[in-house]
């Protein structure tokens, strides 16, 4: 799916988690919010303008009943940005335990039911929470969980040129008011199709949403792309190498630490993307080019 | 001061807290990390460049041996971001129960110790963790204990313009490698001179970092105008709020929870801010001209 019919209103909806006849069944909610409002300002010459402004959301999520976290969401994919964020935290592990995701906007919370419902103490002990922005715990213990990825996957200039392009094609809410990130998901052949795209006030949000929808759709990292116009920070490369992606592209930069990371995890950075120019930080052999 | 006078190493000194003769002393060190790294990279046409890379590192803060959390820093204002960081978090209330903030970078750690040494349990309670990047918890616990700010600031356009000029003109971390956010603290006067300036991987960081520097120069943010590259989130209002800072302005942009924090907590809002042009979201009357 590039991105999922949505519908305003919270009734969830049955998806089978798997193709066996038999697969358990998620019931899960499609609860998005509107993705920008009107405000009015006042300009540099005191001129009265209108102009559109991203909406942020609290969004406080139940797990089996226990409070874990309160997220501040653009809204466009808060069951994906949730079911994401529990994996990455580690706090759910398998997708067959979710019995359901439920969004509901006028109490700001997200209920989410598992069928082992297991004692939350046991789950908070092995959560890993950092934000990548700058304040995270346990930093340590999710860094030595990883393993970095073996692959020998390369990555055409053309079909990178092609996501870049592909991206920039779609109508984002980020053209109409700015403030927000996005992500997406590509696969990495010469067409560079588009799997998922998702805006979020924060890119961690976004990275998380992501995650979800592969989740949901059982895709791997394997043949992907991955792209985000936020900068390339140490956690930013735990999540591309928890997700699988080799190739993690960026429209901005980077910091020493990503960068160190993504050459132990065998990550290949390309930051300052845009079609037609790039850099290309670590594990450059991967990258090839038609000869002239 | 505008930057505290740095040494690349560990020694903590002595601060009197207070001017009083026999104000009690904060041991404190002041441990910078380099800002950028060279690091080699292959550009789009395959030939090779040498680029700035901005550093980032863990710390990890222990509060009277307890651990609290892992920041993730660029490491220019160390030992301000962790004081910021547990005043900002309610985690220590008083500048005077201070009693040391020792970074030491060869473990990635920063030791705080208290007069106090409160049990760990008591002040974890209290914590209101919450990242603005679109991850936090006890979100609402937090805002209910936000009083609106009370006062009758004016802030002038030629102040405004005088302050981002100021804050253009500094050779920053941002000008030699990009990928780092940046926050200033400037005085609400004609000249707009500037108390303090922060970059660091993540704008909470400098905000909190900022937080430090008042917190231990017993600054408020009466008369003063508060500057960040990062866009206004929620979370970065509520800052300005604690602080006291009845001005925010932004180079980028602001999501609706921001706008509307801002006009119930009565900060005015200014974002898109360059010299001469910007939009005023929130109590634009407090914006004043000169008549032509």
């Known amino acids: 799916m590039t991105e999922p019919a949505r519908v305003d209103d919270d009734a969830p909806i ?20 509107p993705a920008t409002a009107t405000a009015q300002v006042v300009d540099h010459e005191g001129l009265p303008r209108e102009v559109e402004v991203p909406g942020e959301h609290a969004l406080t999520v139940y797990l089996d009943k226990h409070e874990v976290v309160t997220l501040m969401t653009l809204g466009q994919a808060p069951e994906a940005l949730i079911m994401g964020y529990l994996r990455n935290q580690g706090l759910v592990e398998s997708l067959t335990d979710l019995k359901s995701v439920h969004v509901d906007w006028s109490t700001g919370a997200c209920a989410v039911t598992t069928h082992s419902a297991r004692a939350p103490l046991e789950r908070m002990a092995k959560r890993t929470v950092t934000t990548g922005c700058g304040q995270g715990t346990m930093f340590g213990d999710w860094l030595d969980a990883l393993q970095p990825l073996a692959t020998d996957a390369t990555l055409a200039v053309a079909t990178l040129d092609a996501a870049l392009a592909r991206i920039l094609a779609l109508d984002t809410i980020y053209k109409r008011s700015g ?39 059982e895709e ?64 450059p052999h991967r990258i090839t080019r038609t000869p002239e």
């Open 220 to 283: 791997t990292g394997a043949g992907k792309i991955f792209y985000t116009t936020g900068r390339l920070t140490s956690e930013m490369v735990m999540k591309a190498v928890q997700m699988g992606v080799p190739f993690l592209v960026s429209r901005s930069g980077l910091t020493q630490m990503a960068l160190k990371l993504a050459e132990d995890m065998g990550v290949t950075l390309i930051c300052r993307a845009r079609v037609g120019r790039h850099l290309v930080y670590t594990h």
């Open 14 to 33: 049955e998806i089978p988690l798997g193709d066996a006849p038999d697969a358990p069944r998620l019931s899960i909610t499609r609860a998005r919010r």
């Open 179 to 217: 403030s927000v990130h996005g992500c997406a998901l590509l696969h990495n052949t010469p067409e560079a199709p588009l799997l998922y795209h998702v805006e979020d006030v924060g890119r961690h949000n976004a990275v998380d949403a992501i995650t979800g929808f592969m989740w949901l759709d």
